[in-house]
């Protein structure tokens, strides 16, 4: 048998076996999930991959969403693949809320008993004109903030609105606080961008494993 003695989950030892030196195998038990989603108006599936690197291969049919899912998963260096085939016809609203819905529930599936990560983090994410100010708590309570200071309403035929209504979904889901600030930027593309790369950095941050964390990081011993 090559288990590792501590029986610590997310055990980093290296373990000596006839074949020499190997990870332990719990160590080897990746952060990750399955997205599956099907209703009346969307149908959504895919994988994600907490550990990754950054990859994508998103399509939504929504160009613009595309590109902010992209960003994200590239900056808080998520393996994402990820489609969506929602009622696009009727408008962007359902397919950019469900999409939210299993981000939200894969990172909260990906991030399993919680034990060992940092849970907080913050971004403070320049993009050219426009600044995003992003703080994240993983402590399971799910509440969103978003103050967004760029007033266009639109880009091309996109409802910038419903961007409260995704992170509002993503958060509900993942169970954290998320508290979204985007204080100055004329640009609106800058802005959002900004935005989305903010989370990014931030959940990168709060999701990370830190080896000094042991069990769950919260005094009330679960979260
Ligand atoms: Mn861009």
């Known amino acids: 048998m090559e288990l590792c003695t501590t029986g610590a989950r997310g055990c980093q030892s290296l373990l000596l076996t006839a074949s020499g030196l190997r990870v332990c195998s719990i160590a080897m038990s990746a952060r990750t999930a399955r ?3 099907n209703t009346t108006e969307t149908r959504i599936s ?10 994508y291969e998103i399509e939504t049919g929504i160009p613009f969403f595309d590109h902010m899912l992209e960003l994200l998963t590239k900056h808080a260096l998520f393996d994402l693949t990820l489609n969506a085939e929602g009622d696009l ?3 962007y609203h359902h397919t950019v809320e469900d999409v939210g819905i299993v981000l939200g ?8 008993d919680r034990k060992g990560i940092a849970r907080y983090g913050y ?7 426009a600044l995003a100010q992003v703080a994240v708590d993983l402590g399971g309570r799910p509440f969103l903030v978003y103050k967004i200071a760029n007033r266009k309403k639109k880009i091309r035929d996109f409802d910038l609105g419903i961007v409260e209504h ?12 998320l508290h979204i600030i985007q204080p100055y930027g004329d640009d609106v ?9 903010g989370v990014a ?3 990168y941050m709060a999701c990370a494993r830190d080896p000094r964390v042991k069990g769950v990081p919260t005094s009330k011993g679960k979260m």
Do not use: W
């Not at 971004?123 to 004109?129: A, C, N």
């Not at 995704?166 to 606080?177: L, V």
């Open 189 to 197: 593309h800058h802005a959002y961008e900004a935005v989305f790369k």
């Open 201 to 203: 950095r931030a959940l």
């Open 46 to 55: 895919g994988t994600f991959k907490l550990d990754g690197a950054g990859r």
């Open 105 to 112: 529930k894969a990172l909260s599936d990906a991030l399993g």
């Open 166 to 177: 995704f992170f509002r979904s993503f958060c509900d889901q993942a169970r954290m606080n």
């Open 35 to 37: 997205i599956g989603r």
């Open 89 to 91: 016809a009727v408008d």
């Open 123 to 129: 971004s403070l994410l320049p993009m050219d004109d």
